[in-house]
Nanobody
């Protein structure tokens, strides 16, 4: 079973920065499409940023210019760099991995890491 372990969350003041990390237990992680999702209190989970196995990235409009996603395949790790944080970025952040095989898609989730931005 593939495991995703997030780290890097915490409490930060508005305008500050955090970098989240997600390390995958699978040696095949380099072929996974990876993403970060977040779930603010009382709201639905939403995708924040994604990166394909080929390195193409995308971020949702609300964080463009502030967040960026990257990956280090040698470390089986994906990062979410978050700058100029706002109170509305407060949420539990989840790492997501999708492994597309000839038999279908396997989807994996991390346990989540809390990010709290104080105003």
């Amino acid at each position: 079973q593939v495991q995703l372990v997030e780290s890097g969350g915490g409490l930060v003041q508005a305008g500050g920065s955090l970098r989240l990390s997600c390390t995958t237990s699978s040696s095949s992680a380099s072929v996974f499409n990876m993403a970060w999702y977040r779930q603010p209190p009382g709201k639905q989970r939403e995708q924040v940023a994604s990166i394909t196995s080929g390195g193409s990235t995308d971020v949702t409009d609300s964080v463009k210019g502030r967040f960026s996603i990257s990956r280090d395949n040698a470390k089986n790790t994906v990062y979410l760099q978050m700058n100029s944080l706002k109170s509305e970025d407060t949420a539990v952040y989840y790492c997501n991995a999708v492994h597309i095989t000839r038999w279908g898609r396997n989807i994996y989730w991390g346990q989540g890491t809390q990010v709290t931005v104080s105003s």
